[in-house]
């Protein structure tokens, strides 16, 4: 095996290009730059003390640049798996206590040791399994729980929290008058300050913006002492490694294994979505789908031992890293650099950050996952199938539950999958060719094997009875059974055919068999032989 499949830094490290240094530079330090707020704010939303989101923007990251084989990808925490780390976690532990920060941290080695697995059996063919209505319908369902989440920030009212939309909603209905006016118009503002700033100054990352801006108004005006919810002391220092407290435990284990397999599915469709996004636009590396899964799986589990919580590439970062410059995965390494000088240095100068500036940039970056016009489009395309898929993994995500929601998408897929299988259609005529007359060409659409079989069957006999009704109108001579489609026949597959042959052959129809597939036991039929004398009888 190729050491560079296993370690690809050593693919670009050696051979790496001076000229590409500039651009690196100037996109580690964007993305670190970005990432300070970024992951300070997708760990409040994971329920955990914000401290953790700048521990989970360090080793993961330089983990995947040795392993990963995008050099593009910004991995560390993000908005879908923070909130699936709360949905999880928050049923065994009080949120930001020591018990939820343990179990957060067990639950990052256990989506790392999976994803590893899963690398290593080469079963990134698995994430096929999410299809696009599925993907969408959940993930516009998902921004929707993550915004409602963030409302007990935005409105400076504890209380309004819960595990589903409902109760959030109701929550914040039944506790709206005790909403701290100062945190809501320091949570809107922050969100008017991002757009603004996209649109008008795109060079400066927008979440830096306002987090200076909320930090100068809170300290400036005293705000933190009229009721509004301050991040306060960040321990300064680097995470120590150690090992996760909880390794041990088989009975947190087996709580979290349903969760953890969950967020390893999303985190590498996540990440391999986006990774080929931006790999499309370039073409001196290729992703390697099974090699992702283990430079993810390493990132996660070797990151759980510096207090990490789990994450994956994340859309944003990894766009703004392209689009500084970055050609290689040293730009993660800085980035990674410029988190920890963050930890060791400026730590003290976001005490006064207020809580909903961080609730408000999670509110404007998941608002890009909404997609209505995927809905839109199944429907206008005529995609029914998908459509009811996209719209019914969207419900059930939104009132049911997240892992309910991907499980019922994923379900719901395969179902489809398998209907299409069990009763395949029969198509008649259907070709470019012009069709002899006398003739009947039938089409099976789908491989012929033992759940379809008598599908098959009760298709071609009816075919067979309404070929005998209008002989007299139009009479058929022999018909033509066209295996173009069919790619693969079992034994029962076999006993089937051999029944219709002998059936159209009693009823003076021969049926005559082509483009079958190759392993197709011809010997099987001994009626093939008479058909194709009747088909030259008749051609006399």
Not at 350 to 367: D, G, H, Q, R, T
Not at 431 to 448: A, H, M
Not at 471 to 476: H, L
Request: include cysteine.
């Amino acid at each position: 095996m190729n050491i560079k499949s296993i370690l690809p830094i050593l693919d670009w490290l050696p051979n790496y290009n001076k000229q590409h240094f500039k651009g690196d530079l100037n996109a580690g330090i964007t993305v670190g730059i970005m990432l300070i707020p970024q992951g300070m704010a997708y760990a409040m939303l994971a329920g955990l003390p914000p401290i953790y989101g700048l521990y989970a923007a360090i080793v993961p990251q330089l983990i995947y640049a040795i392993f990963g084989t995008s050099r593009q990808l910004g991995v560390g925490p993000v908005a879908m798996d923070s909130l699936l780390v709360a949905v999880t976690v928050s049923q065994f532990a009080q949120v930001e206590s020591t018990e939820y920060i343990n179990f957060a941290i067990l639950l990052a080695l256990m989506v790392g040791g999976i994803q590893l697995l899963m690398g290593f059996l080469r079963l990134g063919v698995l994430v096929n399994f999410l299809s696009h209505p599925v993907i969408s319908g959940f993930t516009s369902a998902a921004a929707i729980i993550i915004s409602v989440s963030q409302l007990k920030y935005l409105m400076g009212v504890d209380s309004v929290r819960g595990q589903f939309l409902y109760d959030i909603l109701v929550a914040a209905a039944e506790n709206i008058g005790e909403t701290n006016l100062y945190t809501l118009a320091i949570g809107l503002s922050g969100m008017l300050i991002i757009i603004l700033a996209k649109k008008f100054t795109p060079s400066i990352p927008a979440p830096l913006i306002v987090v200076i801006t909320g930090i100068l108004v809170v300290w400036g005006f005293g705000l933190d002492q009229f009721g509004v919810s301050i991040v306060e002391d960040i321990p300064e220092g680097l995470p120590i490694p150690q090992i996760p407290s909880m390794l041990f435990d088989l009975a947190s284990i087996q709580k979290l294994l349903p969760s953890a397999l969950t967020i390893a599915l999303i985190a590498f469709m996540e990440a391999i979505a986006v990774s080929k996004a931006i790999q499309a636009r370039h073409n001196d590396y290729k992703i390697d789908p099974n090699q992702e899964l283990i430079a993810l799986g390493m990132s996660n589990a070797v990151g759980s031992f510096f207090q990490s919580f789990p994450g994956t590439g994340g859309f944003s970062r990894s766009a703004v890293n392209d689009q500084a410059g970055a050609k290689t995965n040293l730009a993660a390494i800085i980035s990674a650099s410029f988190v920890m000088l963050t930890l060791l240095f400026l730590t003290p100068l976001f005490y006064y950050l207020p809580k909903a500036v961080l609730a408000s940039i999670i509110m404007i970056a998941v608002l890009k996952l909404i997609s209505v016009q995927d809905a839109i489009d199944l429907w206008k395309k005529e995609h029914k199938r998908d459509f009811f898929i996209l719209v019914l993994t969207f419900l059930v995500t939104l009132l049911i539950g997240i892992q309910k929601g991907i499980l019922a998408g994923v379900l719901l897929s395969i179902i489809g999958t398998l209907y299409d299988t069990l009763y395949p259609s029969i198509v008649l005529n259907d070709t470019l060719l012009e069709v002899p007359k006398n003739t009947l060409i039938i089409r099976f659409e789908e491989q012929l094997y033992f759940a379809n079989s008598n599908h098959f069957k009760e298709e071609m006999e009816a075919t067979l009875t309404q070929i005998i009704e209008q002989q007299e109108e139009q009479p058929i001579n022999y018909a033509i059974l066209d295996g173009s489609h069919i790619h693969k026949i079992d034994s029962t597959g076999e006993k089937a055919l051999e029944s219709i042959l002998e059936l159209y052959q009693q009823q003076g129809i021969p049926l005559v068999l082509v483009r079958m597939p190759s392993d197709c036991p011809k010997a099987s039929f001994p009626s093939i032989n008479a058909a194709l004398k009747a088909n030259e009888k008749s051609a006399t």
